[in-house]
């Protein structure tokens, strides 16, 4: 669809500019009249680069921005205006406006942050819808950004640890290029008079030298797929939950992310059912609320089984992502009259098992670069040196 740029009137008399997707100008205008405004001139709006997303900084402080606002009760579309009034980024501030455009013109939430989903994370219009339906809006923000800083720890984790060994195997890299490049080559001769004797790993060693630039090109290319793959996958919900299942995959990294799921999880089902809401509704809600498909597709699943009459551990069985436990835990609330106090403790539980696999992943993470740094170099010394000890020891026969 294309998208118009628009001047309208509210039914208060207020001049609003903004834009709409519409198939042609006569649907645009339709559109805005659904919405309650007087229109004034539509124009097909000039071509614009892809939205790129809010930087991870920037996002967590206009979450806590937000939330401080919305607690204070102020209405969300002045609170929007509000936060982009303290925002020093001029795309930012102007995404922030436009948002505040879109509500005060009779826009849904979900559907106001759905048409910027390129600039903010996955799911975050449900995450504010479930707030607003619950009454709970501060709450849920709040709650959002301290499960957000467990994610922002662990890539400053892997970020530390990996920083140094990545340097010292650029370096390796470069230093062995120029090996490959101009010494292996001098050695060629010699290792030739050796014929068969030469061991198999000077062997594979000279066939590199003869291909390591065409070795970089691949691994460039390779790398330069992998972004674009992340980048196409991020752009569909079927896309999201493959990059899911190979996070939920990796070894401790994996559990680090899961974990940290089911306490965001856990946190926003304990504030709906504070809120009054049924089970059902409370689990498509919470798992909007985590921002992940996964868990969004699954609770859906299991919210439809128990509206069918099963309860809330048979309604649970087959789920690969959320653990049998959070299932007994919650009926057992339940029958007890105590499922907000479990829900709050699977959730300090999970919490404090994220934080845990942080530690074992921060004391993992350097000890393994090292010694595949160690052993790329010390492979390449050895396969070079191999001849010659080879050498020696027929000469001592």
Not at 8 to 13: C, R, V
Not at 165 to 193: C, E, H, K, N, Q
Not at 339 to 367: G, K
């Amino acid at each position: 669809m294309a998208v118009f740029e628009y001047q309208a009137l509210t039914p208060s008399g207020r001049l609003m500019k903004g834009t709409v997707e519409a198939p042609d100008p006569s649907r645009a205008s339709e559109v805005l009249a659904e919405m309650k405004l007087t229109v004034q001139s539509v124009a097909q709006a000039p071509s614009t680069p892809r939205r790129s997303p809010i930087g991870r900084n920037e996002f967590l402080l206009f979450n806590q921005q937000l939330a401080s606002i919305t607690k204070a009760g102020i209405p969300l579309e002045q609170g929007l205006r509000q936060v982009a009034a303290d925002v020093q980024t001029r795309r930012v501030r102007r995404l922030v406006n436009a948002l505040a455009d879109d509500l005060q013109a009779g826009m849904g939430v979900e559907e106001a942050f759905r048409r910027r989903e390129g600039s903010f994370p996955p799911l975050y219009g449900q995450i504010v819808k479930a707030g607003i339906c619950t009454g709970r809006l501060s709450e849920m923000l709040t709650s959002l950004n301290r499960h957000l800083e467990i994610g922002s720890q662990t890539r400053r984790i892997i970020f530390d640890a990996t920083a140094y060994p990545l340097v010292v195997l650029a370096m390796a890299a470069v230093l062995l290029t120029a090996v490959f490049r101009f010494v292996i080559p001098s050695f060629v001769p010699i290792f030739a008079d050796m014929g068969e004797h030469l061991p198999s790993l000077t062997r594979w060693l000279m066939v590199a030298a003869d291909h390591v630039f065409f070795f970089w090109l691949v691994v460039a290319a390779a790398v330069g797929a992998l972004m674009l793959a992340g980048m196409v996958l991020r752009t569909n919900p079927q896309g999201r939950r493959f990059k899911e299942s190979v996070y939920l995959r990796v070894p401790v990294l994996g559990r680090v992310y899961h974990r940290s799921l089911m306490a965001r999880l856990t946190d926003a089902m304990a504030m709906l059912i504070e809120a009054g809401l049924d089970m059902p509704a409370c689990l498509r809600l919470a798992a909007g609320a985590t921002g992940s498909e996964t868990l969004k597709q699954q609770c859906e699943q299991v919210a439809q089984r128990i509206e069918q009459g099963c309860n809330f551990v048979e309604a649970g069985q087959g789920c690969a992502v959320v653990p049998q436990l959070f299932f007994y835990s919650v009926q057992l609330g339940y029958q007890r009259n105590e499922l907000t106090d479990n829900l709050r403790s699977l959730s300090e539980m999970y919490t404090q098992q994220a934080r845990t696999n942080q530690t074992r992943l921060q004391a993992m993470l350097l000890p393994v670069m090292l010694i595949v740094v160690g052993g790329i170099i010390g492979t390449t010394i050895t396969a070079m040196f191999l001849p010659m000890v080879s050498f020696i020891s027929n000469l001592s026969k």
